[in-house]
């Protein structure tokens, strides 16, 4: 038998003699597709395919690890370009902020009182949640107080950020980007919610205030699951409620407890959900069900605003 008939050639590039096989699929590799391997040689294939197989690390929660918190840095983006977009054009705030049942005349002048009682009422209108502008209810929380207005000012948006910053990081690297911006938005929902259901009707509100209590309820709760000293993370907790019953005679309160209960109770689902794959059903479970509770606690209340209909 001669040479040419015993050649083994690469099965990638069939024009290389070679003699080196594989040590996964065991094919004939030349030195262009050879790497690495723990033991011998592998092929690109091989290799593409084991770092498919490999477990990929999760957070606690598991969620995908980063080390950016992306999600953090661009709610903090967003906040800061909406209060500039205020300063530009101030109807901003009275059109996108966080309003139950407001009666405006024809020339769209807001009037006295909330309740529903100007439906009907000849050239009157009501506008806010209860006249269909759901979107208040998160819209309002990437608006602040102009700096020329309100008890603080540019503090309200300074004071919020400042919280975001220090906390979103951390919580954000805890719970992956998904979950965090999930539960960022449904605290900023759950604050809304609360001051549809509690608040005068005809209240003007606006702030990440909500968001940023759930995001530190989160915090809390994660440090709690992790088994964080307890007089520091309970320092922290003392400290939060604290702010909540102070600020209840400048701001309000009803977003600032809705965004903590939600917050709250969706982190204990992120941290306590059972492992394996009952993980991802029950966390996202918990998340439907805050939607479908905090939608039909707003329905409701419109419903009684608006004398039985509720507008979409």
Same mark, same amino acid.
């Given at each position: 038998?001669?040479?040419?008939?015993?050649? !083994? !050639?690469?099965?990638?590039?069939? +024009?290389?003699?070679?003699?080196?096989?594989?040590?996964?699929?065991?094919?004939?590799?030349?030195?262009?597709?050879?790497?690495?391997?723990?033991?011998?040689? /592998?092929?690109?294939?091989?290799?593409?395919?084991?770092?498919?197989?490999?477990? /990929?690390?999760? !957070?606690?929660?598991?969620?995908?690890?980063?080390?950016?918190?992306?999600? !953090?840095?661009?709610?903090?983006?967003?906040?800061?370009?909406?209060?500039? +977009?205020?300063?530009?054009?101030?109807?901003?705030?009275?059109?996108?902020?966080?309003?139950?049942?407001?009666?405006? +005349?024809?020339?769209?002048?807001?009037?006295?009182?909330?309740?529903?009682?100007?439906?009907?009422? @000849?050239?009157?209108?009501?506008?806010?949640?209860?006249?269909?502008?759901?979107?208040?209810?998160?819209?309002?929380?990437?608006?602040?107080?102009?700096?020329?207005?309100?008890?603080?000012?540019?503090?309200?948006?300074?004071?919020?950020?400042?919280?975001?910053?220090?906390?979103?990081?951390?919580?954000?690297?805890?719970? @992956?980007?998904?979950?965090?911006?999930?539960?960022?938005?449904?605290?900023?929902? @759950?604050?809304?919610?609360?001051?549809?259901?509690?608040?005068?009707?005809? /209240?003007?509100?606006?702030?990440?205030?909500?968001?940023?209590?759930?995001?530190?309820?989160?915090?809390?709760?994660?440090?709690?699951?992790?088994?964080?000293?307890?007089?520091?993370?309970?320092?922290?907790?003392?400290?939060?409620?604290?702010?909540?019953?102070?600020?209840?005679?400048?701001?309000?309160?009803? @977003?600032?407890?809705?965004?903590?209960?939600?917050? *709250?109770?969706?982190?204990?689902?992120? +941290?306590?959900?059972?492992? *394996?794959?009952?993980?991802?059903?029950? /966390?996202?479970?918990?998340?439907?069900?805050?939607?479908?509770?905090?939608?039909?606690?707003?329905?409701?209340?419109?419903?009684?605003?608006?004398?039985?209909?509720?507008?979409?």
């Amino acid at each position: 038998m001669d040479s040419e008939s015993t050649a !083994t !050639t690469c099965y990638r590039h069939p +024009a290389v003699e070679c003699h080196v096989r594989c040590t996964r699929c065991e094919r004939y590799i030349c030195p262009d597709c050879m790497r690495d391997a723990p033991v011998g040689h /592998q092929c690109s294939e091989c290799v593409k395919e084991g770092a498919r197989s490999v477990r /990929q690390a999760r !957070t606690l929660v598991g969620g995908r690890i980063s080390t950016t918190p992306v999600v !953090t840095y661009a709610l903090f983006a967003l906040n800061v370009l909406a209060y500039l +977009a205020e300063l530009v054009r101030p109807e901003l705030v009275d059109r996108f902020a966080m309003v139950g049942s407001r009666p405006v +005349a024809a020339d769209g002048t807001p009037l006295p009182g909330g309740d529903g009682l100007f439906l009907g009422s @000849g050239p009157l209108r009501v506008e806010g949640v209860a006249g269909g502008e759901w979107e208040r209810m998160l819209t309002s929380a990437f608006l602040h107080q102009s700096p020329f207005e309100g008890t603080f000012g540019i503090l309200h948006l300074t004071m919020n950020m400042v919280v975001l910053w220090q906390l979103g990081r951390v919580v954000e690297l805890m719970l @992956g980007r998904v979950r965090f911006l999930v539960l960022y938005l449904l605290s900023a929902l @759950g604050g809304s919610v609360l001051e549809l259901v509690l608040a005068d009707p005809g /209240q003007v509100s606006v702030g990440a205030s909500g968001a940023v209590f759930g995001v530190g309820a989160a915090y809390y709760v994660l440090h709690r699951r992790l088994g964080a000293e307890r007089g520091r993370v309970n320092r922290f907790m003392a400290w939060l409620l604290l702010w909540l019953v102070v600020s209840a005679w400048f701001t309000s309160w009803q @977003g600032h407890l809705g965004g903590l209960l939600v917050g *709250g109770a969706l982190a204990l689902a992120y +941290a306590y959900a059972p492992r *394996g794959g009952r993980r991802l059903v029950v /966390q996202a479970g918990a998340g439907a069900g805050l939607v479908v509770l905090l939608a039909v606690t707003a329905a409701v209340k419109v419903s009684e605003l608006t004398g039985g209909s509720v507008p979409l």
